[in-house]
Structures are given as C-alpha cells and as structure tokens.
C-alpha cells in the first residue's frame, strides 16, 4: 500500500460506503449500489467532479426500474447494455434499462491497497469484477475483468456513465483527430443524424434549458482519451483506455433533461452504441466463448492547471 493512502468505511447519506483516497484525492463507493462511485475529489482546490443525489437519502433500488430512480448521481457502470433491449436464444432475455449491474449490491472485498468488486449477472451467467486502486497520487485505475460462467457464448457491451457535474463553463477535451461526431439523440441532428463538427473550445455551461445530447465517435477510436477542464478554476479530469480494449467514445450532455444539474458523461465503451441488440447486430459487441474472459482498463486523472498554463495530453 502506498504511504500516503488510506482505505476506510463510512457512509454517504442513507448507505454504506468505502473511501479510497491519497493526499491529492479522494473517491467513494457504494457497494449496496451497482458499486456506485459517488464521490470524486480533487483535494488540494476542492473540486468534486460527481454529481450528487439532490434527495436527502439514497436509497436502494430494485432490479429492472428506470435508470432515472436511481438518484441521478454519481458513476454507474452499464452492463451488458444501456438502451433496454433483447438477448439470448431467439431474444428470449429482457434486459434492464441501463443495463443489470448499476442496481445490483455488488460484494467487496478490500485487499492491500485496493478494493475489488464484484457481481454475478441476474439472467445471464457472467461475473463482472472491478479493481480499484492509485497508480500514483492523482491518478485512480479501475481493472474490470468478465468472466463467462455459461455454456454459450456471451456477447456483452460495456459503458462507463460518469454524471460529471458542471458548475462552471467547462471545455470537453478531445483528441485532435476526433473532429467529427455522430448526434443519436436530441437537437435538430438527434437520432443518428448528419455529423456535428467539434468547435475549437466546445464549451458546456451549468445553465439547464432541459435539455439533452448524446453523441458518438462513429469509429474505433485511435486515442484512448477525453476530458474535462474548468475555464474559470483550471480543474481537470482526464479519462484514459487503451483504444485496443475499449475502441468507442460517446459524451452525454444533460442540461435539465433528466437530471436536475448540468451534467456531461464522457463515456467510453465496449460496442457501438447504446444497445446489445445493435452491437451484436453490427459486430461490435465482445463475443466470449464459454468459460473465457475479457480484461480492460480505464485510469481517471484529477489535477488544476496554473493560471497560464495550457492543456497537454503527452
């Protein structure tokens, strides 16, 4: 274990948590909860980066209810799918709005100098597991491992949906081959329309006109990377794959349309996009054989930029 990281229980609002944290940050997870990430702290200027619930308890949800019950906060993992949809032998499997492990309980184990999650799927037989721990002082990686527990092949998609809270005029950070993007929901080009070119500084306020976007890199893409920046505080948090193991990008920009905040979710993925239904049917979704698994990783980094200082993925 680090020196200067701590592991300890507590409790946020009305459920159990576990804090991980460094000298320079600090997260929180709700096992109960899907494995829920509902704090993340840069520490040396304050900035937490998650949206919180706006209800004075969090309270535990049942399988199969609308993603919208579940507080509107924090990270949730969206596994097998997002949209709901059908899977299975001759589509014979209804799976769940969002997916079946965001309201699940989750075990947890703590081990030296990590937490390790995990849970078993509800109608399909997977096990899903997640690492967490700081590969240095600001920089948290999360391990995911699928293990096909069937006697069929499993075909799965994966999404992490981060409800980054925005308080103040904030630039989405891509790389720079990523100009072009697909809108699949909302605005005048919403539903797989024509493709919206990304400005120079695409900036998202905290204003709510309820609102929605969603949007996609409709390739694989060829750097594994997105982010966030404040204009005014110089906050950031980076979010980084490896392109192989996680090859797609959508962003979601909530302004008041489900939750209550302006929200921005960077969210890589495993298929292309939303549902297991239509990554299976265009080849994008991870196929296991019987028995195998799936690794991959994602590494979330939390910093502030000096005043005159400019932002640099090297």
């Known amino acids: 274990m680090r020196d200067d990281m701590n592991i300890y229980n507590s409790r946020y609002k009305s459920l159990s948590s576990v804090v991980l944290e460094t000298g320079k940050v600090r997260i929180e997870i709700v096992p109960q909860l899907g494995a829920k990430l509902v ?126 809270r925005v308080t103040e005029p904030t630039r989405i950070l891509l790389p720079g081959g990523m100009s072009n993007l697909l809108c699949v929901y909302g605005g005048a080009e919403g539903g797989g329309g024509p493709g919206f070119t990304v400005p120079n500084r695409w900036i998202v306020d905290d204003v709510t006109d309820r609102t929605g976007l969603k949007f996609y890199y409709p390739y694989p893409v060829t750097e594994g990377w997105s982010g966030l920046m404040g204009e005014h505080s110089r906050n950031y948090v980076i979010l980084t794959t490896a392109s192989g193991k996680v090859p797609y990008l959508g962003i979601w920009i909530d302004k008041g349309l489900f939750n209550k905040k302006s929200i921005v979710a960077l969210e890589p993925a495993i298929g292309y996009y939303d549902s297991l239904e239509r990554t299976v049917a265009n080849r994008t979704a991870v196929e296991l054989p019987p028995g195998a698994e799936y690794n991959w990783e994602l590494e979330i980094s939390l910093g502030q930029l000096g005043l005159h200082e400019s932002f640099s993925k090297s």
């Open 39 to 164: 704090s993340l702290i840069y520490k040396p200027s304050g900035k937490e980066w998650l949206a919180d619930s706006t209800e004075p308890q969090l309270n535990q949800v049942q399988y199969g209810d609308s993603f919208a019950n579940g507080g509107m906060c924090g990270w949730d993992e969206c596994f097998p799918t997002i949209d709901a949809c059908r899977t299975g032998e001759h589509g014979a499997i209804n799976l769940p709005d969002h997916g079946e492990v965001w309201s699940l309980p989750w075990d947890l184990r703590i081990e030296e100098g990590r937490i390790v999650c995990s849970v078993a799927g509800r109608q399909l037989p997977y096990k899903l597991t997640r690492q967490t721990e700081f590969v240095n002082t600001n920089t948290v990686k999360f391990s995911y491992r699928v293990e096909n527990r069937g006697s069929l092949p499993f075909p799965f998609m994966w999404v992490a949906h981060p409800q980054f």
